[in-house]
């Protein structure tokens, strides 16, 4: 799509970022301590805490690319909603508590509580650094979504934008000023999006298509000699010159379907529809072709009402399993095909977890037990245990997190499917469908939910670089090297680590920039779980747990789970730019493997290395 900058849109979103820049300014001269740097000195109240919580928690994959995923797959995208809450009663009934009593700066912390072991360290904090990276690329990715409609700039200069800014915020005042725009976005946040649910249901559902909305033609096939023809998995296209520009049509018995198409030509030239982008060809998608008893539109609709009407509707999508590329002549072309499906099959797992089939089954049960186990075991989650007073403010904490997301969680729904049936899907980027589906109701609330959003993302940034910064100077540094530095340089060394890890992830996050976000947090959760809950919990419960069979649950769990996810499918076609069947093997998810054999390493090695009485 082309997106145009808009002054409003531009001035709501620099008010925005100048107010969380002056928090970390202000907060910035309360953080000169290791404790107050890393753990906003432990005086944080449990409710802001708990909001802060759903701020962290609440990332670019929850908004942006959630929303997206149930606009463009249904219920199946409503699913990482679940799995993501499901994971906070771990952390509620297993590790809240325990956390705040053993830890003091790091997730280090409370493994090596009682051990001193070097292993420990070391590994914990290489584990820190690798989850946390993992998960700073799917928010930078958001980030330069973000920026492109919002500011009209390219994605990688959204990137960059927010590395700045989040690097700023993080080295100037550390834990504090985190929780505190986290505080303020995931309020923030909560409150927009259930004001845009409730424009969605007011809006109800409609047959007409908006004008912004792509609405093919269709024309008889006998009328038109096409000037190139072509097939892709036993479907005919035609190309035709039309108002001077050519574009592929669908070939559909004895007519002609029009369709949307990319065209990158021989010389490196883009194309959308034969035209430029500047020309506005290329629109966005998504529509209701049919309602309930002959319906073209509905009116308000009440809560379940909606659903019930969507279920009985037909809607048209274009997954992005139904792209269709092909050569003609020295050109790339990728033509987007459209699939009309029924709406009782989007309120039902399948259009993306294909659950009939054996690989599907152990990919959907692989994602659930990472969204599942790795909530509990994210390093910037777990940090923040340590920024209240006590062991019971922690566990209040947790309860209004729990709270504040289940209820977003609610509210994705209605986005998603608002951003589907009301036509706003960017065929190039789902992770846009919940701005773009404020940007059809009003340009101001569209204003508003994208600086929401890109705080979101800062939020969630800065939390995720604190946590690195804490892993190099507090557990490396430190502990593992033991070059004891005073609180001012401690607090030195993590302000230079942190600039270290956001230029890092300001790479990542442009190498990245074609991959839906909440697709990419799945592998973060998956290393998290895999490399950090099994020591976790088998500390907490099974006394013959070692320092030495903690130091190898977390290697083995890491390096198998990041080794299945860099031989993966889904790796395989869209970093490498290979196809998917030169993959070694066909799972995508790697918590079904990794985890398993992260806690058997611990069993093992920790009956090995037991201490002889």
């Known amino acids: 799509m082309n997106y145009v900058a808009n002054p409003i849109a531009i001035a709501i979103f620099l008010t925005f970022v100048g107010f969380v820049l002056g928090i970390s300014f202000y907060f910035a001269r309360k953080a000169k301590s290791a404790e107050g740097y890393f753990a906003a000195g432990g005086q944080i109240h449990w409710f802001v805490n708990g909001i802060a919580f759903a701020g962290d928690y609440l990332s670019a994959a929850s908004f942006l690319g959630i929303c997206g995923l149930i606009a463009t797959m249904g219920y199946d995208g409503f699913l990482y909603s679940i799995g993501y809450l499901a994971g906070w009663m771990v952390a509620l009934f297993v590790v809240a508590e325990p956390m705040k009593r053993l830890g003091k700066y790091t997730f280090t912390d409370a493994l090596d509580y009682k051990f001193n072991s070097k292993g420990i360290q070391l590994m914990a904090a290489i584990s820190t650094l690798a989850v946390s990276i993992f998960y700073l690329i799917p928010q930078m990715v958001g980030a330069g979504v973000l920026v492109t409609p919002l500011l009209g700039l390219p994605h990688w200069a959204g990137v960059v934008m927010v590395g700045i800014i989040v690097i700023t915020i993080v080295a ?51 009328s038109v000699t096409p000037t190139a023809t072509a097939e892709h998995h036993g479907q005919s296209f035609v190309k035709i010159e039309q108002d001077g520009y050519a574009n592929w049509w669908i070939v559909e018995g004895t007519k002609l379907l029009q369709a949307q198409s990319k065209t990158i030509t021989a010389d490196g030239t883009v194309l959308y529809n034969g035209a430029p982008k500047s020309e506005n060809k290329f629109k966005s998608v998504g529509r209701v072709t049919k309602l309930p008893d002959g319906k073209t539109e509905t009116g308000p609709l009440g809560i379940f009402e909606y659903f019930s009407t969507i279920q009985g509707s037909e809607v048209v999508r274009y997954p992005k399993n139904k792209i269709a590329k092909f050569t003609d002549g020295g050109d790339s072309i990728q033509v987007f095909v459209p699939e009309i499906t029924a709406g009782a099959d989007l309120m039902i797992p399948g259009q993306k977890f294909k659950l009939k089939s054996g690989i599907g089954k152990l990919n959907f049960i692989s994602l659930m037990l990472a969204l599942f ?62 701005p773009l589906l404020a940007k059809a109701f009003s340009l101001t609330l569209f204003s508003i939910i994208s600086a929401i959003a890109f705080a979101t993302v800062l939020g969630t940034v800065s939390g995720l670089i604190v946590a690195a910064s804490g892993a190099v100077a507090h557990d490396l540094i430190d502990n593992f090297m033991n070059i004891k530095m005073s609180e001012k340089t401690k607090v030195r060394a993590g302000k230079i680590a942190a600039v270290a890890v956001g230029i890092i992830a300001m790479a990542l996050g442009i190498a990245f920039e074609k991959m839906n976000v909440a697709f990419l947090v799945g592998w973060a959760f998956a290393v998290a779980a895999s490399a950090n809950l099994p020591s976790i919990i088998m500390l907490l419960f099974w006394k013959k747990t070692t320092a030495k069979g903690i130091a190898w649950s977390i290697g083995v769990g890491m390096v198998s789970a990041l080794g299945i996810i860099l031989t993966s499918p889904s790796i395989y076609t869209q970093l490498y730019h290979l196809e998917a069947s030169a993959a070694p093997h066909t799972l995508d998810n790697p918590g079904i493997i990794s985890i398993p054999l992260s806690f058997l390493t611990l069993v093992v090695v920790s009956l090995m290395t037991q201490k002889k009485k």
């Open 373 to 434: 186990l790795g909530t509990a075991s994210l390093p910037h989650i777990l940090i923040r245990y340590y920024t209240v007073p006590s062991q019971r403010d922690a566990r209040k904490s947790t309860i209004v997190a729990v709270a504040g997301i289940g209820f977003f969680y609610v509210l994705t729904l209605f986005m998603g499917l608002g951003a589907m049936t009301l036509g706003v899907v960017d065929l190039e980027s789902s992770n846009m469908s919940a």
């Open 172 to 222: 100037t005042a550390g834990m504090t000023s985190t929780t505190y725009v986290q505080f303020l976005k995931g309020g923030l946040l909560i409150v927009f999006s259930t004001v845009l649910s409730i424009a969605v249901l007011h809006k109800g559902l409609s047959t007409e298509p908006r004008k912004e909305t792509f609405d093919p033609q269709i024309i008889e096939a006998s």
